[in-house]
């Protein structure tokens, strides 16, 4: 099968490489794509904000499967121009991205399926920022605070100082209809990926990412600075209690609201001291999770998903996963998340790929004229190793990550390490 990949991160990256490991997919091409993934197959030139245009090259490039990455053009309704246009796709409709596209909607959703979530209060108006965060106000615990809508993963405030809630809420409000608070939620946060035809749920492997910018979760939220797979100190049944519990729920609920979910389903989950609740759900492979989970997947990626795009995942053969570990940090640009610079030409690449058990997934990057490769974005590249234990993971990943050189950028330096060390 010949499949496009639609997007230019380190998750599209990662989708790529898993793909050329499958023996049926005979063709690979990614559009916009970056630097990393033009040097692996062929990248196009896209608007991946404009939904015919997706249409339009996937026809014009025969493909027989399209993968969309991004959440923005789903919500925008590319699934539905490209399943219009006669070709298979992997990714929900407008109508069922929704789930990511609105926070006040998935709620709704997760109340109709009796899927357990943080207790929320949706606000329409500025008069109502103030009651909301006094309902949600316990001693010792931090306001939680949500833009409704599509952020980058940098719309979510949790702070114990109510004018920052306070602003962020009337930002949210001055720049979309709504505003979420919720209640704080204690424990360790999971995500899990699901794929589903609509009817059936095949889960992934879970993983834990790194939202905050710094060290020991200081700084600002961001879009996510690593991350690592599996999971030592989880539960050994907290893949089948979720699917159970959450996702196979929430399939059901949409299915039955006449929106049938088909494609990637992520749950942000808290362990709470009162059991699993959803954070949130993303319609679409998560960033950094995903450079951690396909690099575990031993079995192929492109049939998995051209059988939850056609219905048939039922009757498709279960994944099949490696007992190594896997470790991806991210290393951002001077600035980032506020202010990203762009422009600074990384070297030492070629070192670090060629770094044991090393894959250099490239996000935010561009090749210059001189041939040279640049930061274009904030998260620059996510630099995975895989190793048999988490411990060697890390260190096979920041011996990669010290040989790479981005003048101003940054990184953590505890991405898995609580969970090597079992703390």
Request: glycine fraction near 12%.
């Amino acid at each position: 099968m010949k499949v496009l990949i639609v997007g230019s991160g380190a998750r599209e990256h990662a989708i790529v490489r898993a793909l050329m490991r499958d023996e049926n997919v005979t063709g690979i091409e990614c559009a916009p794509g970056n630097a990393g993934i033009a040097g692996d197959v062929t990248t196009l030139p896209l608007d991946v904000t404009d939904t015919q245009a997706i249409a339009a090259l996937a026809l014009e490039r025969g493909v027989d499967l399209v993968v969309i990455g991004p959440e923005a053009p789903l919500v925008a309704g590319a699934a539905d121009a490209i399943r219009a246009a006669g070709i298979a796709c992997f990714g929900p409709s407008a109508q069922a991205a929704r789930l990511e596209g609105s926070k006040a909607f998935a709620k709704e959703v997760m109340a109709e399926a009796g899927v357990p979530t943080a207790m929320a209060l949706v606000c329409t108006d500025g008069d109502q920022i103030d009651g909301a965060l006094d309902t949600f106000t316990r001693p010792g615990t931090p306001y939680v605070v949500k833009d409704d809508g599509l952020a980058g993963g940098k719309g979510v405030v949790v702070t114990d100082d109510r004018a920052v809630a306070v602003a962020h809420a009337r930002a949210c409000l001055a720049g979309g209809s709504a505003v979420v608070m919720e209640e704080f939620l204690d424990g360790p946060e999971v995500s899990l990926f699901a794929i589903t035809d609509g009817t059936c749920v095949v889960p992934l492997q879970p993983a834990q990412d790194f939202k905050r910018a710094h060290d020991d979760d200081a700084g600002p939220n961001t879009g996510g600075m690593g991350a690592y797979s599996p999971l030592p100190w989880a539960p050994a049944d907290v893949v089948d209690d979720v699917t159970a519990r959450v996702l196979q729920p929430m399939i059901d609920a949409m299915a039955a609201r006449g929106t049938p979910f088909v494609g990637l389903l992520y749950a942000g989950l808290a362990m709470t001291s009162r059991g699993i609740r959803v954070v949130e759900f993303n319609a679409r492979f998560g960033d950094p999770e995903t450079q951690v989970v396909l690099a575990r997947l031993q079995s192929g990626l492109g049939g998995l998903m051209m059988a939850a795009a056609t219905g048939h995942l039922e009757t498709h053969p279960a994944p099949v996963w490696s007992s190594d570990a896997a470790v991806t940090v991210v290393i951002a640009a001077q600035g980032y998340p506020e202010s990203p610079r762009t422009g600074d030409v990384i070297a030492g690449l070629g070192d670090a790929a060629a770094s044991a058990g090393v894959d250099i997934l490239h996000a935010g990057t561009r090749v210059q004229d001189d041939g040279s490769i640049a930061a274009s974005g904030g998260r620059v590249l996510s630099v995975t190793a895989v190793g048999d234990t988490l411990h060697q993971a890390r260190e096979r990943a920041y011996t990669a990550v010290d040989l790479i050189i981005l003048e101003g950028s940054h990184h953590r330096r505890d991405i898995a390490l609580a969970a090597a060390t079992q703390e």
